[in-house]
């Protein structure tokens, strides 16, 4: 089955502290990787992709496929990170298959 | 640029009514997408197309159709509402259908069926 699980519905951290955002996935091929975020008010928009081993705003994710994840982290949040974080799996050449979604709350 | 542009922003309809959610993009790509979202749960999508004269299904096509005469427009509708489509509704565009391409999102069409 191809499924892409974010097992908290809200993360709630003090700012400066370190932030892990949870993906697993389960899929029988060669999986890609992204997460996207909703800032309050705004659009959809892609924030990482693991294909691009890139930093963004401080955010990383690694491929561990042994234990089918795609973790999203931030070693020291800041309160314009709160948003909605969603972890999807491209399952297809148009096939993308999205979490459910981390509200993620930075407190001051 | 607009990006991708998605009218209207909110919709109440009648069991049995009919609507179309208007999507345009101003970016020139070829791929678009329509996916659904229902509460507490992931997108997941409905139609999609790979240029304009071609469409095809997604994950959840029932109750819905397409059309995709232009490449800015792509249009979709709901001919017979039903409580069962009470969702928010994202339209997309990308450049190409690869991983490298980037999905552009609209603001979303928030539909309630009554």
């Known amino acids: 089955a191809q499924r892409v699980t974010q097992p908290e519905k809200l993360l709630s951290v003090f700012k400066g502290a370190p932030v892990e955002l949870k993906c697993n996935y389960s899929?029988?091929?060669?999986?890609?990787l992204f997460w996207y975020v909703q800032y309050s008010r705004q659009r959809l928009q892609l924030l990482l992709r693991?294909?691009s081993r890139e930093s963004i705003k401080g955010f990383t994710a690694d491929l561990n496929k042994g234990e089918t994840s795609f973790h999203l982290k931030k070693p020291f949040a800041q309160e314009e990170d709160s948003a909605m974080y969603y972890c999807a799996l491209r399952a297809g050449t148009y096939k993308y298959i999205f979490g459910t979604g981390t509200r993620l709350k930075v407190l001051a | 640029n607009a990006g991708v542009t998605q009218t209207p922003k909110f919709r109440i309809l009648k069991i049995g009514q009919s609507m179309t959610l208007q999507c345009t993009q101003d970016m020139n790509h070829n791929y678009m997408y329509w996916y659904r979202q229902d509460p507490g749960m992931g997108l997941k999508l409905i139609y999609y197309?790979?240029?304009?004269?071609?469409?095809d299904k997604g994950e959840v096509p029932n109750g819905y159709n397409v059309s995709r005469s232009t490449t800015e427009d792509f249009p979709l509708r709901l001919e017979l509402a039903a409580p069962s489509q009470t969702s928010v509704y994202f339209c997309a565009s990308s450049s190409g259908g690869g991983a490298r391409n980037e999905q552009f999102f609209g603001p979303g069409t928030r539909l309630t069926v009554l």
């Open positions: 693991h294909i």
């Open positions: 197309s790979v240029g304009a004269g071609i469409t």
């Open positions: 899929y029988s091929g060669s999986p890609e």
